[in-house]
């Protein structure tokens, strides 16, 4: 059974910063492109960075700069740090193994206040 779990969540000022955390089980892990994504109040939830299983990465216009993807395959988890955050960036921020794309984990609540 694919689990993903996400943590790293938060309440924090503008221009601060947050690391989001994702582990991944019931999957091989290193295999799979992982991407996070992000739903804001009332909005659809949009692809914001994503790695390959050789550590390319891309990004939206939106987070690019500030946000970096990563993973670490001896611990089947992907973080995403993120730096320099606007209230814009409030969203609950999920998780995402690629090849697995039915499954989505509970997400994590990111705030940002002004």
């Known amino acids: 059974q694919v689990q993903l779990v996400e943590s790293g969540g938060g309440l924090v000022q503008a221009g601060g910063s947050l690391r989001l955390s994702c582990a991944a089980s019931?999957?091989?892990?290193?295999?799979?492109?992982m991407g996070w994504y992000r739903q804001a109040p009332g909005k659809g939830r949009d692809l914001i960075a994503r790695?390959?299983?050789?550590?390319?990465?891309e990004y939206a216009d939106s987070v690019k700069g500030r946000f970096t993807i990563s993973r670490d395959n001896a611990k089947n988890t992907v973080y995403l740090q993120m730096n320099t955050l606007k209230p814009e960036d409030t969203a609950v921020y999920y998780c995402?193994?690629?090849?697995?794309?039915?499954?989505w984990g509970q997400g994590t609540q990111v705030t940002v206040s002004s």
């Open positions: 790695i390959t299983t050789i550590g390319s990465t």
């Open positions: 995402k193994a690629f090849q697995y794309a039915r499954y």
């Open positions: 019931g999957m091989i892990f290193s295999n799979n492109v």
